[in-house]
């Protein structure tokens, strides 16, 4: 072999070597971050009260609407590109299985970016209510001003007020008065109980004690000196009344002890 013909054969062996390197360079993909669920939060801007939250309303958000939410905020875009890189970490995460929106927070140098990615059945949905296009303004302007944390929090809690319907008093069902009955007519009043069943048992007491009152002043009370009367059927008031009360029997007699005051009745056993 002459001289010329190895330097040639070198020189294409090392042109081969520097191609299959740089095809191979080329097709090995750069490394993505892994999913951790539903917050993965590879800058570490949310606080542990902030991850709740947003952990509360993703799963409002699954409970109430069937749509799953997946969150990344990353320091890291291997492609310097956020939409392409939004489209290897849905392929990668295998995100598009179920309704599912990705939100990605990404830095660029030195700003920050915001790219997302939806499931083709929301399409409708998100553009019937116009969202699109009003969050990514929002979430940049809050990037743009280095607010990723709360650019992350608005974003889902947009996606949770927009996407799930509120419950409104037209939509609630209204609960059935049950109707009053009406009441019966010409049903007679219970009598026993009423005012006026009172008022009489007052009135008939009233009565009662006032006749006894008077019975007793006609029958024990004195009508000369107003003392009180003495009873008896043997007692003798003399020649007389000793003659008239062995005649007749069955006699009371009232007296009074102080002024001599006699009375009789027949009858009384």
Same mark, same amino acid.
């Given at each position: 072999?002459?001289?010329?013909?190895?330097?040639?054969?070198?020189?294409?062996?090392?042109?081969?070597? /520097? &191609?299959?390197s740089?095809?191979?360079?080329?097709?090995?993909?750069?490394?993505?971050?892994?999913?951790?669920?539903?917050?993965?939060?590879?800058?570490?801007v949310?606080?542990k009260?902030?991850?709740?939250? +947003?952990? @509360?309303? /993703?799963?409002?958000?699954?409970?109430?609407?069937?749509?799953? &939410?997946?969150?990344? $905020?990353? +320091?890291?875009?291997? !492609?310097s590109?956020?939409p @392409?890189?939004?489209?290897?970490?849905?392929?990668a995460?295998?995100?598009?299985?179920?309704?599912? /929106?990705?939100?990605?927070?990404?830095? =660029?140098?030195?700003?920050?970016?915001?790219?997302?990615?939806f499931?083709?059945?929301?399409?409708?949905?998100?553009?019937?209510l116009?969202?699109?296009?009003? +969050? $990514?303004?929002?979430m940049q302007?809050?990037?743009?001003?280095?607010?990723?944390?709360?650019?992350?929090?608005?974003?889902?809690?947009?996606?949770?007020? @927009?996407? /799930?319907?509120?419950?409104?008093?037209e939509?609630?069902?209204?609960?059935?008065?049950?109707?009053?009955?009406?009441?019966?007519?010409?049903?007679?009043?219970?009598?026993?109980?009423?005012?006026?069943?009172?008022?009489?048992?007052?009135?008939?007491?009233? $009565?009662?004690?006032?006749?006894?009152?008077?019975?007793?002043? +006609?029958?024990?009370?004195?009508?000369?000196?107003?003392?009180?009367?003495?009873?008896?059927?043997?007692?003798?008031?003399?020649?007389? !009344?000793?003659?008239?009360?062995?005649?007749?029997?069955?006699?009371?007699?009232?007296?009074?002890?102080?002024?001599? !005051?006699?009375?009789?009745?027949?009858? =009384?056993?």
């Amino acid at each position: 072999m002459s001289r010329g013909t190895f330097w040639l054969a070198l020189s294409c062996s090392v042109i081969l070597l /520097i &191609v299959v390197s740089s095809h191979a360079e080329e097709e090995a993909p750069p490394p993505l971050p892994k999913a951790m669920g539903a917050i993965n939060d590879y800058a570490a801007v949310l606080g542990k009260e902030s991850r709740e939250q +947003l952990q @509360t309303w /993703i799963n409002e958000l699954k409970t109430k609407s069937k749509i799953n &939410v997946v969150l990344l $905020i990353t +320091l890291l875009d291997p !492609y310097s590109d956020p939409p @392409t890189l939004t489209q290897k970490i849905w392929e990668a995460w295998k995100l598009g299985g179920e309704p599912t /929106i990705f939100l990605l927070f990404v830095r =660029e140098a030195d700003r920050w970016a915001f790219d997302w990615k939806f499931t083709q059945d929301l399409a409708p949905r998100l553009v019937d209510l116009s969202l699109g296009g009003e +969050l $990514i303004r929002s979430m940049q302007a809050l990037l743009n001003e280095r607010r990723v944390g709360t650019a992350a929090m608005q974003a889902v809690e947009r996606l949770k007020a @927009t996407l /799930i319907e509120l419950e409104t008093p037209e939509s609630q069902p209204q609960a059935q008065e049950e109707p009053s009955l009406p009441a019966p007519a010409n049903v007679p009043r219970s009598f026993v109980g009423s005012p006026a069943f009172w008022s009489i048992v007052g009135g008939a007491a009233g $009565i009662a004690v006032i006749a006894g009152l008077i019975w007793f002043a +006609l029958t024990w009370l004195c009508p000369g000196c107003g003392g009180r009367l003495s009873r008896g059927s043997t007692r003798t008031f003399g020649p007389s !009344y000793s003659l008239r009360s062995r005649r007749r029997r069955g006699e009371r007699v009232y007296y009074c002890r102080r002024c001599g !005051y006699l009375r009789v009745r027949r009858g =009384e056993r």
